[in-house]
């Protein structure tokens, strides 16, 4: 005998509790289906367990899609204050890191108990480790086959999340889901994740890994001004993460390892007033003394600042603002924050998030083309799509 719901949702995280709730408190019922053994795995790991919830300056030029305009409608009508003021209500402790930030200052659990309590008030049912086999279109309605037995609803939201760190359960099912309706699917592939490096440059980041300093990151038309971060396998940090969703395999990537000041102007202003100083002390009172041993005798001979020429020293210092570096991969969806690309906008309505050729199927979050950029914004694209779907199913 099939359960009969108004609503079934997959995907127990952000943007699938929010759509539950949302359902549940217009009085639908709501069953919420996930394979995995706890809801918001995510959440709990996000932010360092702290959960970087959302962003105070979200706004549509935060993220990647197809359709830069997509976004639009969802982020405006849950907005980051909505929000907010859900997480203050709980009276939970935030506050606001750089660029906008929000985290909890306890945990992410707190985010996550939040949403439990709007889920069980909202009459939302939950139900964990179901692996759904089969998802077919029976008349108006939809009708699942899991290895917890066959559920039926009239909405079907799909709230599965992306490819993105495999051992929290992520899976591809959304994207054949949507297939299996004739939707479309743009191309995939890891967002906010490291840079691997090949030949000498991975030798040079092994040597240096733990090393960290600000950095400017250009790649294909965006820069970002962040800690870049070596490591055993190439790069990481914030600036890092946050060109790796703009540049693609093949791309070179200029980083400015000293963004903070004129290195050349410096150079010939130290060589005027301490001409006897080595290079190499100059340099690392702006760069972090371990990354300028390793370049020392490959970037720069390291003299007097007497004997070096000015011209020498131009060169030194463009070698610092301009270091071109071609990435051999990426670490891949193992260790990306997000998956760029998915169902695509084109097949949805951005006011309900219901496929337009599908009535009753709805996808939400993750799963569809819109990716944010690192701060918060991909929870926030969670919430509001999770929300808008919830106000029509
Ligand atoms: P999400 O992936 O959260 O949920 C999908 C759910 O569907 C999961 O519970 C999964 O088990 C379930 N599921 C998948 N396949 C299924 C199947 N076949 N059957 C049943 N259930 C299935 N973002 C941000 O804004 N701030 C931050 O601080 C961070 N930090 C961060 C750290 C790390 C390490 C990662 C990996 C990611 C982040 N993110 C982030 C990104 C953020 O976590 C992500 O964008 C949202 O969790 C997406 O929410 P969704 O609900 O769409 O998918």
Redesign the pocket.
């Known amino acids: 005998m099939a359960k009969h719901y108004d609503v079934i949702v ?7 509790l929010m759509c539950a709730i949302e359902a549940g408190k217009r009085g639908r019922r709501v069953l919420v ?4 053994n706890k809801v918001g ?3 709990l ?3 360092g367990g702290r ?2 919830f959302t962003n105070l300056y979200a706004e549509p030029a935060n993220y990647l899609s197809e359709n830069r305009h997509f976004c639009k409608s969802a982020l405006s009508r849950y907005t980051q204050w909505d929000f907010q003021a859900l997480v203050a209500a709980y009276g939970i402790a935030y506050e606001e890191r750089k660029h906008g930030q929000l985290f909890c200052q306890e945990s992410a659990k707190d985010i996550v108990r939040m949403l439990l309590v709007e889920s069980e008030r909202a009459g939302v049912r939950i139900q964990l480790r ?1 692996e ?1 086999s089969a998802v077919a279109q029976v008349e108006e309605a939809f009708e699942l086959q899991t290895s917890l037995g066959r559920y039926v609803a009239a909405s079907l939201v799909v ?3 992306g490819l ?2 495999p051992k ?4 591809g ?1 959304g994207y054949r889901l949507a297939r299996q309706f004739g939707l479309p699917v743009t191309e995939t592939r890891p967002a906010l994740v490291p840079f691997t490096l090949s030949g000498a440059e991975h030798n040079r980041c092994a040597e240096l890994g733990g090393v960290s300093l600000e950095a400017e990151v250009s790649c294909n038309g965006q820069s970002f001004r962040e800690a870049l971060l070596f490591t055993h396998r190439g790069l990481s940090g914030p600036a890092i993460l946050q060109i790796s969703s703009y540049w693609r395999e093949g791309d070179e990537v200029l980083i400015d390892l000293v963004p903070q000041v004129d290195l050349a102007a410096e150079l010939l202003e130290q060589k005027r007033q301490r001409p006897r100083q080595a290079l190499k002390t100059v340099l690392a009172e702006h760069l972090p003394t371990r990354f300028v041993q390793a370049v020392t005798g490959d970037w720069f001979e390291n003299r007097p600042l007497a004997d070096c020429a000015d011209k020498t020293l131009e060169e030194v210092a463009r070698r610092f603002h301009q270091w071109v570096l071609k990435p051999g991969g990426s670490e891949g969806y193992r260790t990306a ?2 998956t760029l690309g998915g169902v695509s906008t084109e097949a949805l309505s951005s006011k309900t998030m219901m496929a337009k050729s599908v009535p009753g199927l709805y996808f939400v ?3 569809v083309d819109v990716t ?1 950029q690192l701060g ?5 694209w ?1 919430w509001a799509s999770g929300w808008c779907a919830g106000q029509y199913v």
């Open positions: 997959i995907g127990a995280g952000a943007a699938g289906l996930d394979h995995a795995k995510k959440i790991l996000s932010g959960c970087n179901c759904i709230a599965s999340g993105s760190f929290m359960g992520a899976s099912f924050e997000v979050g993750e799963v944010g918060g914004f991909n929870f926030q969670a």
